[in-house]
């Protein structure tokens, strides 16, 4: 059964800093894009950051120099995403999402798995 799990949200203050796991289990992600996305009250889901088999990596502009997505491709059933998020802002409240998927475009609806969810919250 394939599962992407993320973990390492909660509460930070502004220009903190969090880490975000999504361990993807379940089948081979090797050869699969994995894709960070977020969604807030006020905002429809939008891309974060997304980093694909060969290592090539793009983000959102607002996070660019912020955050660092980065993966480690264990045993073949097993990956592990990450997201370093630093200097935290207000605006990046949201919940997190990991997804994966098999294609080369990387939009919310090309993705094939999602997680559930990580809450980040960020306090004055």
């Known amino acids: 059964q394939v599962q992407l799990v993320e973990s390492g949200g909660g509460l930070a203050q502004a220009g903190h800093s969090l880490r975000l796991s999504c361990v993807a289990s379940g089948r081979s992600f090797n050869e699969f894009a994995m894709a960070w996305f977020r969604q807030s009250e006020e905002k429809e889901r939008e891309f974060v950051a997304s980093i694909n088999w060969s290592g090539d990596i793009n983000y959102t502009d607002s996070v660019k120099g912020r955050f660092t997505i980065s993966r480690n491709n264990g045993n073949n059933d097993k990956t592990i995403l990450y997201l370093e998020m630093n200097g935290l802002k207000h605006e990046d409240k949201a919940n997190y999402y990991c997804?994966?998927?098999?294609?080369?475009?990387?939009?919310?609806?090309?993705?094939?798995?999602w997680g559930h969810g990580t809450q980040v919250i960020v306090s004055s």
């Open positions: 997804a994966a998927t098999n294609s080369r475009i990387l939009s919310a609806q090309m993705m094939e798995y």
